[in-house]
């Protein structure tokens, strides 16, 4: 069973920067792509950013421009790099990952992101 663990969620204040961190407990290069999405409370889940293991990304429309994706398959680790947060930014950021191999998708337990003054 792959697990994917995150971490580097907390709370910031407006206009500051948090980078997320997600190792998955197998092979990096198996997955295309990882990636993010956040879930804010009485929202719908949502794609944050993702990663193709040859660098192609994708950015949701919240992230353009403030958020910035990359990843490292040998050591297995995807990152989220947020700069001038909003308070809208307040979310769980889910890692995610698919093993198009065997066309199974992976998630994170989540973490906290809490943008408040």
């Known amino acids: 069973q792959v697990e994917l663990v995150e971490s580097g969620g907390g709370v910031v204040q407006p206009g500051g920067s948090l980078t997320l961190s997600c190792v998955a407990s197998?092979?990096?290069?198996?997955?295309?792509?990882m990636g993010w999405y956040r879930q804010a409370p009485g929202k719908e889940r949502e794609m944050v950013a993702t990663m193709g293991v040859l660098g192609n990304i994708n950015y949701g429309d919240s992230a353009k421009g403030r958020f910035t994706i990359s990843r490292d398959n040998a050591k297995r680790t995807v990152y989220l790099q947020m700069v001038s947060l909003k308070p809208e930014d307040t979310a769980v950021y889910y890692c995610y990952a698919r093993r198009p191999s065997i066309r199974r998708d992976f998630w994170g337990q989540g973490t906290q992101v809490t943008v408040s003054a």
């Open positions: 197998e092979n990096g290069f198996s997955f295309n792509p």
